[in-house]
């Protein structure tokens, strides 16, 4: 049970700082923090409509596997301490 604690917290780790990195890749949409940083300026030189598309599929999978790493987690450490 050991070895499959260290590597859901592997998991966790990789997927938390790949989550991060792709959520800040996003386009700003509309007002908010993206503005202060810059966001809220247009430009024609965007990423396509695939490309978009496709990092919020890669987004989504990301954030399942990092939801499941978690719930993982928390079940081993409950059923651990009984």
Known sequence: MA???FVLQ???G???VLLTLLIL???GRGGGLSDMFGGGMTSTAGSSGLAE???NRF???LALTWFVAIVALGLITKF???
């Open 3 to 5: 070895i499959l604690e």
């Open 10 to 12: 592997v998991v966790l």
């Open 14 to 16: 990789i997927t938390s």
């Open 25 to 27: 890749l996003h386009k």
């Open 53 to 55: 598309r496709n990092l």
């Open 59 to 61: 987004t989504v999978v």
């Open 80 to 82: 651990e301490a009984s």
